[in-house]
Structures are given as structure tokens and as C-alpha cells.
């Protein structure tokens, strides 16, 4: 009898150990699927967020660049219109300067006689033949007009300025001959032989 209650003992404490290990058995496998049930449902919100972030982003890039196109477009027009305008009001500088430049010799302020001024353009705008109208030449004058607010000399001016200013001045006669059978150069040797 001491055999059946010791297996009796033996089996009830058999039988506690398994319910405990079963609780805790339990008790772990729901602990653990908690955990796995909140790190699959914060994956889950992780991508739903991440979705929702790209299709934000997405809608985001979209608005700024259709705003950045609109605001690139106004500013090109602007542009456009201030660089026609600056164009236009250049060119009138221009012609109003070229029209000067045509013009000077009949404003009061030109010292010299009209009549004896003529018109060039390049690389300087007039020779005035001072005394000319008159039949008495004095001087010969090498006039540049300047208008605006520059009033600097071109490259090309300065170099006639200084070779004038250096007497490298000369007076060329230049014969041609209308004959076709005949240059230039022969009929210079035929008139130097004579």
C-alpha cells in the first residue's frame, strides 16, 4: 500500500509539475504571440506609414514642380519683357545717337560751318575742311561725336585719334584709268617716261 500512495504522491506531483509547466507553457506561447502579433502590427503600420509618406512625397514633388514651373514661367516672361525693353530703349539710344551724329553740324554749338563739314561714320563721323564754303581752307579737322553719357573712344577711334595726334598724315592721288586693256600701273610708267 506505501507502493500505491507513494505513486499516488509521485503521480499528483506528476500531474502539478505538468499544470505548472503548461501555465507557464502557456503563459509564454501567449507572450510570444503578443510579441509577434505587436511587431507584425507595427510592421504593418510602418508601411502603411511609408506609404502614405511616398504618396504625400509623391503629391508634394508634383505641387512644387508645377508651382516652380508657373514661377520659372512668370519669371521668364518678366525677363523676356525687361530684355525687349532694354533692347528697345538701346536701340533708340542708338538712333538717336546716329541722327546726332548726322544732325551736329546744324546745332548752334558747332563752331565750325555746316557746309564745310562732311559726313563719315566710321571710324570717325565727320572731316570738317574749315573755311571751305568760303574758298579758303584754314584746317582740317577730324571731328568724333559722342552722345549719352559715355563718352569714351572706341579702339579704332583712339588709333585714328593718335595717328592724327603723330602726323602719320598723307596726300594720296589716286589715278584709274577706265580702259580695260590698260592697268593703272602701265599708264603711271607711260606718263613718267613722258
Known amino acids: 500500500m506505501i507502493g500505491w500512495i507513494l505513486f499516488g504522491i509521485v503521480l ?13 507553457l502557456s503563459k509564454k506561447a501567449k507572450l510570444l504571440f503578443e510579441k509577434w502579433k505587436k511587431e507584425e502590427a ?6 502603411k506609414a511609408k ?17 516652380a514651373k508657373l514661377l520659372f514661367q512668370e519669371w521668364k ?23 546726332t551724329e548726322h544732325l551736329i553740324p546744324f546745332f548752334p554749338d558747332f563752331e565750325y560751318n555746316p ?24 584746317n582740317v579737322i577730324f571731328v568724333e561725336v559722342k552722345t ?3 563718352a569714351s573712344l572706341s579702339t579704332r577711334e583712339r588709333k585714328v585719334r593718335d595717328c592724327i595726334k603723330n ?16 592697268s593703272m600701273h602701265e599708264k603711271e610708267n607711260t606718263n613718267q617716261e613722258q
Open 12 to 24: 499528483i506531483v506528476l500531474i502539478v509539475v505538468y499544470i505548472r509547466e503548461k501555465q507557464q
Open 51 to 67: 506609404l502614405l509618406f511616398d504618396v504625400w512625397k509623391e503629391k508634394e514633388d508634383e505641387q512644387i514642380s508645377e508651382k
Open 42 to 47: 507595427e510592421k504593418e503600420v510602418s508601411e
Open 148 to 150: 549719352g553719357s559715355s
Open 167 to 182: 602726323k602719320n598724315v598723307e596726300w594720296k592721288i589716286i589715278k584709274h584709268i577706265n580702259n580695260e586693256n590698260d
Open 77 to 99: 516672361k518678366e525677363e523676356e519683357r525687361n530684355i525687349r525693353k532694354d533692347a528697345i530703349d538701346r536701340s533708340q539710344a542708338v538712333i538717336r545717337g546716329k541722327i
Open 115 to 138: 557746309k564745310d563739314a562732311r559726313f563719315i561714320g566710321s571710324p570717325i563721323d565727320f572731316i570738317v575742311f574749315d573755311g571751305l564754303s568760303e574758298g579758303k581752307i584754314k
